[in-house]
Every structure is written in structure tokens, then in C-alpha cells.
């Protein structure tokens, strides 16, 4: 149980601290597109800070997904 606490919250403060670098790092972008979802469009947004979104997320939910399928195995656990 210890270890998937630690595994989710190191996944969470890895993915913020990407979020944090890419928000810092996608102020002076020139090239701005918005995306256009199924309800309507979004803010014109920076294309680096689109993909680096989703390699967070990608980070949070890979981790959130080991941190939950990981077995207990030193505790003879399945």
C-alpha cells in the first residue's frame, strides 16, 4: 500500500513540475492555434504547450496506472 502511495504521488509531482517547466517555457510562442473540440473551440494556445499537456497527462496517468496494477509481492499479496 506504501508503494502505490509513492508511486502516485511521485507521478503527480513529476507531472506537475513537467506542466510547471512548459508553462514557464510556452510564454513567448508566436504560433497559436486553437483546437476545435465537439462543443466548440478553444483558446488560441501555443502548439508547444498542447503537446507538452499531453506528455503530462501521458506522465500522470502512466503512473497513476502502474501505481494501481503494481502487486504486492514483498507482502505475498496478488
Known sequence: ???RLRLLISSAVGASMLLLVLC????NLNDRPSLQLGFG????LPSGFLVGVALALG???????VALLQG????GED
Not at 514557464?24 to 510564454?27: D, F, S
Not at 506522465?59 to 496506472?65: D, E, F, K, N, T
Not at 504486492?72 to 507482502?75: K, L, P, S, V, Y
Open 41 to 44: 473551440r478553444t483558446a488560441p
Open 24 to 27: 514557464l517555457g510556452a510564454q
Open 72 to 75: 504486492g509481492a514483498e507482502n
Open 59 to 65: 506522465v500522470l496517468s502512466g503512473g497513476s496506472a
Open 1 to 3: 500500500m506504501l508503494l
